[in-house]
């Protein structure tokens, strides 16, 4: 069974930034894609960024050119670097896994918060 761990979250000012880590263990396969998903009050769930095994990145519309992600693949972990908060990023930030093989498998880390005011 694979587990997801998330760290990093908290409360920082406007213009701060936080760092993110999310560690899988367990039977975790590859390929891969894993990264951050974020909900707000009442909100979907929407994409923050993900990378692949491959190192294919993708991010949210509203976060590029302000967070990265990076991986450790020796770690099976991924780390969202956030920068500029805004507080309209304040959110629950989730991580997840997605294992493409042998079959389709998605995970979901407990969450983390993030809230973004002075």
């Known amino acids: 069974q694979v587990q997801l761990m998330e760290s990093g979250g908290g409360l920082v000012e406007p213009g701060g930034s936080l760092r993110l880590s999310c560690a899988a263990s367990?039977?975790?396969?590859?390929?891969?894609?894993m990264g951050w998903y974020r909900q707000g009050p009442g909100g979907l769930r929407d994409l923050v960024a993900t990378?692949?095994?491959?190192?294919?990145?993708n991010y949210g519309h509203s976060v590029k050119g302000r967070f990265t992600i990076s991986r450790d693949d020796a770690k099976n972990t991924v780390f969202l670097q956030m920068n500029n908060l805004k507080p309209e990023d304040a959110a629950v930030y989730y991580c997840n896994l997605v294992v493409r093989s042998p079959s389709t498998r998605n995970y979901w880390g407990q969450g983390t918060q993030v809230t973004v005011s002075s």
């Open positions: 990378i692949t095994t491959a190192g294919l990145e």
């Open positions: 367990g039977s975790v396969g590859r390929p891969y894609t």
